[in-house]
Structure formats: structure tokens, C-alpha cells
């Protein structure tokens, strides 16, 4: 095999997924007769090229957080050539220069400099006038065979949509596919996906894992994979509906792209969840195959790739009409819906082997019936098989049976396709929401702010985002007090996650709230004698939801801790449950209804009873009315609370 890098135990850039080749040596670069390194720096630096967005996108050059320059995201020491060419465009141009007429040898690389980085000779090579070969790259035989296998015809960027069960994915997540020239149409599962994520490991999980993503404890380098093995990873374990988007680039923009992928092989970068992340990384990508696009200057705080995708879709021309692929579990669903009570049971109950496919129930039903009980039979053992792999291989000998009791009935599937959602990721709001409201409580009148960086909550509009899920992200609300009219904070959500997953006869999931931050509650509303101080809090509980994408109905335990200075003995421990319906009546229109007990019965004593129905109307696709209306009940006091306010998405 040929002596490849690996990340981490995350596959090297798919160099050794893609060639099976005997060792080739590397010869040096082709002979530069006359090449003066001088003169070459000299028109270099006359034609002002380290300034150029080419060359900075090429060395992933940004700017400083604070004060004048740059500094490159790259985290590798051997991706420079340049002591200072971390920081420093025009060095690290004047040294690859030197390396490449001098043929120099990079370390851990075994190549020359002209056999490893290739967008950067040949972008010299073409801004200097030179003749292709002047800067070596006749003998880089590993690289062309590993273009030669790519083949490269066209990039497509792939969005497989949020999973909030896991930290790293509750926002989705973004890579691309290279599809080859040779590939027949409709073979997209044959590609190549280019991913960047974090290395880290099998065993990172849980908080520790959140807590690493979020602080750059990790390296993030790129991998080059099947693309099937990305599609049965999204699609059919974690379940995410996944979709493709082409992207309109020329032969050129394909060719630095792929180029610099070379490049890549072996180079690390800090990994940030928030920020340096999946999204971000690959519009750098997209920034060397057209550099004009400036996209990542746009995303200096946070990247969520779905903002990243609507960020290519002003581009005009750029990106054009995506194609969506279902998940195994949604898939799994339409075809189940299709299917009535009673051959929804038949069809569980033969893939957990309890019935014989002699069964009169079974024989009984007219082929194209007994063609469907088999086929969702058959994909929910599967469906099985990819969330619990330890039931193999006994479940996969039965699963081979079904499919062949499937193929003895001459009929086509009878189920109709998938339907493509109306709204696709890119259509949908802006995850950066500004909300101004008018609140009523306590008999007061008073001024709500609220600013979220990120997500999406039940309340907003739906489209384009996963059914049933709520993220909030540093959300915080300020209240101007209607007694001295000061701006005060009322509360910050650091993070809240709502995931409700729908249960029927063949599905048996758990949802799931959590809720993290700052609030004043509880507070003199809750406990009697207590300031209505700011204090943290965690709150929430495993659930269950039943219904679909139009009427959906759940049930929580609560678990609730407060932590206080106003409380005595500085803390709160409560216990209770909430119970709610969201409904979609009509397009644009979204409601909520809850009600829920919380008893406190540790720490300071007291308790918080509520009831309110919320609803938003969307305005435009970013800004909607929403308003509430509720009763609390506390140990206090009882009253209606009322509020309605604009929400602004940018």
C-alpha cells in the first residue's frame, strides 16, 4: 500500500480507501534550468500575490480577532514552509517558492514540495507566467493516480439534517461529494464525501466530549470516505434525512478544490463546535475553488451549517435545486402509514419471528398486500439491525428469509415514494432571532427584549428545520423593570433542548427536555420572603409524544434544580410534570398549549403551577407575531400572564 497518513483513527483524506497501489518512489521535481529563487520572489511580491484572496485562501489566512493581521487556522507546523508563515502571507509565499525550485523534501510527506502542494505550484506557476512544469510536479505519479481514481467531474454539498440526540450533530451538519466523470447517473452512492470533524476517538462521548468540542480540545482534520458509508451512517443509523445540493462550479474551481483536498492530507486544524467547525471548514474549501465568495469572513462567532447553507443560496447561480433522501426511519414510516392496524401488527410480529410466513393472516391477504406486510417487515428488522448491531447475525438470516418470501410474489412494491418536504433547508428562517414584546403580569406592564443566536424552537416556523425538535442557544431576555425603568436581565438560556419523537405500533422512542441557566425563577413568585434574584438553574426530563408533523402530543417528567442566593438554604430541588399539544392548523400558523406542576421539596419549599397557550403567526419567512396567554399559580400569588411581540430572524 502506498505510505499514507492517518488522522487519529479517523480514515486520512481517503487516500488509502481510494488506491490500492505498490509503493511508486518519489522522484524529485523536474529540473528548473535557469530559475532564479530572487527574481521569482521579486515578481511575486511585485504583483502583490500573498495579498491575493487565492494564495490566503489557500494557506486558510483570516484575520485577527483583535488588533491589524492575520494567522492561519491551520494547526500543523509542517503545512508551513516559513517559520512565520503562520502569521506572515508574503514569508510563507517567498518559502514555498524556495522549496519548489529547490525541490525541497517535506517532512512527513516523503515528497517534495512540488508533489504536495499542488494548488499552491500551480497557482505560482500561473501568476508568474511560468511554464507548467517550471516548478516541478512531472514525477508526482501518487497524485495523479489519485486524481486519476477521483476523477473529479462535479462537487455537491450534502446536509444531513439536525439529530439532537447527539451534542455533535444537534445542529446537522454539512460535507461534500465529489462525483466522478466515469460514474454512470444515478450512482451517487459510488462517490467520494469529503467530511471534516473532530478526531475524537471512539470513546469520546457525553459531556466530556460537549466540553472538548466546545473549548478546541480536539484536532479537526478532513477525511475522504465512500460516500455510502457516510449515507448508511446518517441515513440508516442516526436516522437524518440527508439532502444534496450541486454546486455550480467549473472545471477550474473542481480542479483547485480536489487539488488542495491533496494538500490537506495529514494537516490538522483546532477543532471548535461552535465556531471552526464542519460548516466553517468547508466553506474555506469552497473559498479556494472561487476565492471572490469571502464566505467565512461572514462567521467570526458561531457557524451553524444551516446558515452556512443559506449562505451559498444568495450566492446566485451557485447552488442549484437540492434533491432529498430519506432516512430509513422516515422512510420506514410512510410505507408503515400506508399499511392498516392489523397489517402493522402482522408485519412486527414477523420480524420478530413470532409469526410463520404460512400464517393464515399472511396467506390470506392479496399479493400486493402480502408484498407490503413483507417489505415493512423486512425493513424494520433492518431498521433493528442498524440501531442494535449486537442482535446479528440471527437477525440477519431472518431478514434474508423475508426478502425472500418478498421476491416469490410477482408485484412491484406497492408503497408510493417518499414525498420531498415543501420547505428544504435553505428555505428556511434564520437561526439569529430578535424578539421585542409587550409583557403583562403581576398587574405591571413592561418592555421584553430577547436575543438568540441559535436555533430554532417549536414556536418558530417549521419548515426546513426537523419536526419535533427545539435548540436554543445563549438565549437571553431582558426586561425593562416597570417600576424605575431600568434594563435588567430577566433570564439566560444557555442551552434548551426539546427532542419529541413520535411512538405508534412499530416505534417506541423517548423523548426528551433539558434546560440550562439563568432565571429569576424561582423567586418571590414561587417562595414566600425571597428576592427576586438571578440564580442558575437545570430542569428537566425524559417524555413521551404521540401524533405527526401536523398535530403533536407529549408528556414530561420534570426534575428541576435552582440554585439561589435568595433561597434558604441557597438551594431547590422540585419534582413534577407538564403535558402540552403542538398544532399546525394551517400553513404560517403554529400553536402551542401546556400546562405542568413543579412541587419544590428539598432546599426552600414552595410551588410553581401553569397553564398557557402560545401561538405564532409568520409574517414573511423572517418575522413572525407570536403571543401568549397563561395563568400561573404559586405559593404567592396567581394571575394571568399575557405577552405578544415581534420576532425578527437575520
Known sequence: MARLAVFSGVSALGWALILSLGWAGVASAAESPGADVAALQARAAEQDLAASPQWRSLVHYEANWLGDGLHSTVASDNFFLSPAGRTDPAAELDATLAALVEDRHIEGRDKPASCVFIARRKFLTRSLGLAPQALGGADCNEYRQWRAALSPDRISLIFPTAFPNSPSSMFGHTLLRIDSSRAARGTELLSYAVNFAAAAGDDAKGLGFAWHGLTGGYPGIFGLFPYYEKVKQYAWIEHRDVWAYPL?????????????????????????????????????????????????????????????????????????????????????????????????????????????????????????????????????????????????????????????????????????????????????????????????????????????????????????????????????????????????????????IVSLSPRNDLFQPVSFQIDTGLRRRPSSNVFDDVDNNLGYYLQGGPGLAWGDSELLGYVFGLGSLDANSALSPGYALGAGASTGVLV????????????????YLAGDDGYYRWAKVQQQFNLTRELGLRTEIGWENTAVDAGVRAVIGLQAYF
Open 584 to 599: 399546525y392548523p394551517m400553513p404560517d400558523l403554529q400553536i402551542k398549549a401546556e400546562a405542568g406542576m413543579l412541587e
Open 248 to 496: 455550480d462550479l467549473n472545471d477550474a474551481e473542481t480542479e483547485r478544490l480536489v487539488d488542495h483536498l491533496w494538500e490537506m492530507d495529514g494537516v490538522r486544524f483546532d477543532y471548535y463546535f461552535l465556531t471552526k467547525n464542519c460548516s466553517y471548514q468547508l466553506l474555506s474549501l469552497l473559498e479556494v475553488a472561487r476565492p471572490e465568495l469571502k464566505l467565512t469572513e461572514q462567521y467570526s462567532w458561531y457557524a451553524i451549517p444551516a446558515d452556512t447553507i443559506r449562505t451559498l443560496a444568495d450566492v446566485p447561480g451557485l447552488m442549484e435545486t437540492p434533491r432529498y433522501r430519506p432516512s430509513l426511519e422516515t422512510t420506514l414510516r410512510w410505507q408503515a402509514d400506508q399499511l392498516d392496524v392489523d397489517q402493522r401488527d402482522l408485519a412486527r410480529e414477523l420480524a420478530a419471528d413470532e409469526v410463520a410466513f404460512d400464517d393464515a393472516r399472511l396467506t390470506a391477504l392479496a399479493p400486493a398486500d402480502r408484498a407490503a406486510v413483507l417489505e415493512v417487515a423486512h425493513d424494520y428488522l433492518y431498521y433493528r439491525l442498524q440501531s442494535e448491531p449486537e442482535k446479528a447475525p440471527a437477525d440477519q438470516a431472518h431478514a434474508n428469509a423475508i426478502l425472500l418470501e418478498r421476491s416469490r410474489i410477482g408485484q412491484p412494491s406497492p408503497f408510493t415514494e417518499v414525498p420531498t418536504p415543501e420547505t428544504p433547508p435553505d428555505q428556511g428562517h434564520r437561526t439569529l432571532r430578535l424578539a421585542s414584546s409587550m409583557i403583562y403580569e403581576a398587574d405591571d406592564l413592561s418592555l421584553g427584549l430577547r436575543l438568540r443566536p441559535a436555533y430554532h424552537d417549536l414556536l418558530d416556523d417549521p419548515g426546513g428545520y426537523t419536526d419535533g425538535a427545539e435548540i436554543n442557544f445563549l438565549d437571553l431576555g431582558l426586561r425593562v423593570d416597570p417600576e424605575d425603568g431600568e434594563l435588567r436581565i430577566d433570564d439566560l438560556q444557555l442551552l434548551n
